[in-house]
C-alpha cells in the first residue's frame, strides 16, 4: 500500500470515527463545560488531537475511551489554563421540539445541581453514571485510583441528592425503600 493509499486510508478511518462519536464527545463536553459553545470547541480540540495521533489512536485497544481522555485533558488544561469560574446557565439551550416544557425544566434542573459539583466529582458523575463506564474505566481516564473514583462519586451523588434543584424530581423516601435504607 502507498504512503497516499495508506493517508486516505487513515482519513477514512478518522471520519467514519468522528461520525459514530462526535456526538457523545459533544454530549460529555456539554456536562463538564455546562456551555455549548465551549463544549464544540473542546471536542474539536479533543478531535484535532486525536486526528494528530490517530495512527496511535486507532491501534489501542479503546479508541473511545482514548478520545474521551484526550478530552477530559483538554478540559482540564482549559481550566488550568484561563483560571476562570465555571458558570453554569439557568436554562440549557432549546430546540424547535414540541411541546417539551416539562423535560427542559428537569434538564436544567439536573445541570444547575451538575453545575454545583466540584471539578473531579463532576467528571467523575458524568462517565460513571452518564456514560456508564466501570470504576476502573473512570480511574483509567481520570488518571487516579479507584479508590478516588469511588469517594469522589460518593460525594458527588450525595451532593446531587441533597441538591434543591433536583428534590422536586425524585421522590427521596420512595427511593430509599427501594434501596432498602
Known amino acids: 500500500m502507498g504512503v497516499v493509499d495508506q493517508r486516505d486510508r487513515n482519513e477514512s478511518e478518522f471520519q467514519d470515527f468522528v461520525l459514530a462519536r462526535r456526538r457523545a464527545l459533544m454530549h460529555t463536553a456539554y456536562l463538564l463545560t455546562g456551555d455549548a459553545g465551549r463544549a464544540e470547541d473542546l471536542v474539536q480540540t479533543a478531535l484535532a488531537k486525536a486526528y494528530a495521533a490517530w495512527r496511535r489512536v486507532r491501534d489501542v485497544e479503546d479508541p473511545d475511551a482514548y478520545v474521551a481522555r484526550i478530552l477530559i485533558n483538554a478540559h482540564a488544561s482549559e481550566r488550568r489554563r484561563k483560571r476562570v469560574r465555571e458558570w453554569f446557565p439557568g436554562t440549557v ?5 414540541a411541546d417539551r416544557a416539562e423535560a427542559v425544566v428537569d434538564r436544567s434542573a439536573l445541570m444547575a445541581a451538575l453545575g454545583s459539583l466540584a471539578p473531579g466529582q463532576r467528571a467523575v458523575v458524568i462517565l460513571r453514571f452518564w456514560e456508564d463506564r466501570s470504576e476502573s474505566d473512570v480511574a483509567h481516564l481520570l ?30 423516601s420512595e427511593v430509599t425503600e427501594r434501596l432498602g435504607r
Request: charged share 25%; aromatic share 2%.
Open 93 to 97: 439551550p432549546e430546540s424547535a421540539v
Open 143 to 172: 488518571g487516579c485510583s479507584v479508590g478516588t473514583v469511588r469517594s469522589q462519586a460518593s460525594r458527588g451523588l450525595a451532593k446531587l441528592r441533597a441538591s434543591p434543584e433536583l428534590s422536586r424530581l425524585f421522590d427521596h
